[in-house]
């Protein structure tokens, strides 16, 4: 690992001593792959890890907490997904296993969960993809924010990463705020930092490390793949909303829009009703990321991944990832006399 430059530790430092690391690097919880092991090397490694909780009960998050605590050395976080049924017993779990940072995504965070885990001695983080959420968490309590651009993996929004950071950064000073999507560089990280950020926040990067779970041929997807080739989902028809999610084109992308093509036919022939052909689309998708994550059919399964996907070249362990990282951060600021 390179020498801590003094320099970048003073960029940083708001967003280190937030999360009690040594780099103001979270790792993106990624449903499959930011498990145990992974979530463990970023942290032992200097980053801040974080658990996906993914659609987990309260006893296998309890279970997967403990299991990460036998292999972490240092702190990590837990991401809960605000839309599952079980939130509250999930955010019980985080108070009572005394995780320090909690990541709220996937949805606007209910205020009572906000307030059940900072009453429980926990700092809470949630995704901002505008300023006017942005001021509307921070009243709400929240401790410090993710603002991800549409350049991600996963679940996305419409702005990009570079524009979200101009909107919000020099607009937000109260709590600290973390960058996300499509950041593969350490040139980007620095360029985010001088921008005001507090750290950043990186998941696709991870994926092919030697330390994740994920199956070699999820693993060789990444590797071959270009920029280009991590699309959002299409949406049809817009009677049939469909969530844009950014994944490496397969053969389901394309059967998956030809399965809403059919669906909107038997709707239209009244074989469904709205409601119906709505959930008929949206299950298309279920277990498609275990499929491709574990079970390694990358043709039928769910890619999903960031455009910084063009900078994963090779499996690699986590320490040399962030190796890699800090070198061009350093580098970048020397070139300009930083």
């Given amino acids: 690992m390179p020498t801590d430059s003094p320099d970048l530790a003073k960029l940083w430092q708001r967003g280190t001593q937030f999360l009690g690391c040594r780099y103001a690097i979270m790792g993106g919880a990624m449903t499959w792959v930011s498990e145990r092991h992974l979530v463990a090397a970023i942290s032992n490694a200097g980053g801040f890890g974080v658990l996906a909780s993914g659609s987990m009960t309260p006893d296998l998050l309890r279970a997967e907490i403990q299991a990460t605590k036998a292999l972490a050395t240092q702190p990590f976080g837990v991401n809960l997904i605000v839309m599952s049924p079980h939130l509250a017993g999930l955010a019980e779990v985080c108070v009572q296993e005394n ?23 926990c700092r809470v983080i949630a995704f901002a993809p505008a300023l006017v959420l942005a001021k509307r968490l921070i009243k709400h309590g929240v401790d410090a924010l993710v603002i991800e651009g549409a350049e991600a993996g996963g679940h996305i929004g419409a702005v990009s ?4 950071a101009q909107e919000i950064l020099p607009q937000i ?3 600290p705020v973390f960058v996300a999507g499509g950041i593969g560089r350490g040139e980007a990280i620095l360029a985010y930092l001088e921008m005001g950020a507090a750290g950043v926040q990186l998941g696709t990067r991870f994926v092919c490390a030697s330390e994740s779970i994920a199956h070699p041929n999820f693993k060789q997807a990444f590797i071959r793949a270009h920029a280009r080739d991590a699309m959002p989902s299409v949406q049809v028809d817009e009677r049939f909303p469909v969530i844009p999610v950014r994944a490496i084109a397969n ?11 059919q669906v909107i036919d038997r709707y239209q022939g009244g074989e469904l009703d709205l409601k119906a052909a709505q959930l008929e689309i949206e299950h298309f998708w279920a277990g498609a990321l275990r499929r491709a994550v574990i079970d390694g059919d990358v043709e039928n399964g769910s890619l999903m991944a960031g455009q910084s996907v063009a900078f994963v070249t090779r499996e690699q362990p986590v320490t040399e990832i962030f190796a890699e990282l800090l070198s061009q951060t350093t580098a970048a600021m020397s070139a300009r006399g930083g």
């Fill in 161 to 164: 990463t570079n524009v979200l």
């Fill in 173 to 175: 000073s109260e709590v």
């Fill in 99 to 121: 995780i320090g940072h909690v990541v709220l995504a996937g949805g606007t965070p209910p205020q009572a969960v906000i307030k059940q885990l900072k009453d429980g001695g």
């Fill in 251 to 261: 053969q389901a992308s394309q059967r998956f829009i030809a399965w809403q093509r």
